[in-house]
């Protein structure tokens, strides 16, 4: 069965240090992969995908993400975090072995990112 | 941009009662979805539609219905609300093909009472 963990529950960071936001999945063929942030009483944005190809892969506002199949993982990355980063990161995973035109994704729990000033 | 409105941000309503939570998008998407999000369960998923008058379950499916009679206008439907129903609702939609983005609205927040 598909699966997605965020094994963090929150992560806080100083303002202008690096950040990691961590997402780990299974699946039984290849994953397509999401990360979505969720600003307060806000719906989800979309900030990056991987599908195929190179496994860094960048995405809005300075995130990226690193795509490590042998770890299967999937971290979300910003070299300087802002105050204004602060918010929800939701990773989505959809099994690439299963056809069919809709793409039904499994999402982790969430990560609260506090960046501090 | 992609525009999904959610008619309500803000909704309460009574125990029994019949629920309607509305959802438009503007950017002729084959694919509307409905999450539910709880604190500490993330986003699960109630149904989702791939074409006009289509539908499918999703993971938690008991105690709602679906319905989707145009191509951008997928609306959800509590047959008789109960308190466990309190949640933020999510709407989304996305183009076909299984690596579209999906794209959400705002949310509603209902509250039964």
């Known amino acids: 069965a598909q699966s997605v963990a965020q094994p963090e529950d929150q992560v806080n960071v100083a303002e202008g240090n690096p950040l990691t936001v961590k997402c780990t999945y299974s699946v039984s063929g290849n994953p397509y992969l999401f990360w979505y942030v969720q600003y307060p009483n806000r719906g989800l944005q979309f900030l990056l995908k991987?599908?195929?190809?190179?496994?860094l892969v960048k995405g809005s506002y300075g995130f990226e993400a690193e795509f490590n199949k042998s770890q299967t993982s999937f971290h979300l990355k910003k070299p300087s975090a802002l105050v204004s980063d602060s918010a929800l990161y939701f990773c989505a995973v959809r099994d690439g072995h299963y056809g069919g035109a809709t793409n039904k994704l499994i999402f982790g729990t969430g990560t609260l990112l506090a960046v501090q000033p | 941009d992609v525009k999904v409105t959610q008619s309500s941000r803000y909704l309460v309503k009574r125990t029994g009662e019949k629920v309607f939570l509305e959802c438009v998008q503007d950017?002729?998407?084959?694919?509307m979805f409905w999450y539910r999000q709880d604190p500490g369960l993330g986003l699960r998923l109630i149904y989702f539609?791939?074409?006009?008058?289509?539908?499918e379950k999703g993971d938690i499916p008991e105690g709602y219905s679906v319905s989707r009679e145009k191509k951008e206008r997928f609306s959800l439907i509590l047959e008789s609300a109960s308190t466990n129903q309190t949640s933020m609702y999510l709407c989304a939609s996305s183009q076909g093909g299984s690596n579209q983005p999906q794209h959400f609205g705002d949310g509603t927040r209902l509250s039964i009472l």
């Open positions: 991987y599908i195929t190809g190179d496994n």
């Open positions: 539609s791939y074409d006009v008058k289509m539908k």
């Open positions: 950017m002729d998407h084959e694919n």
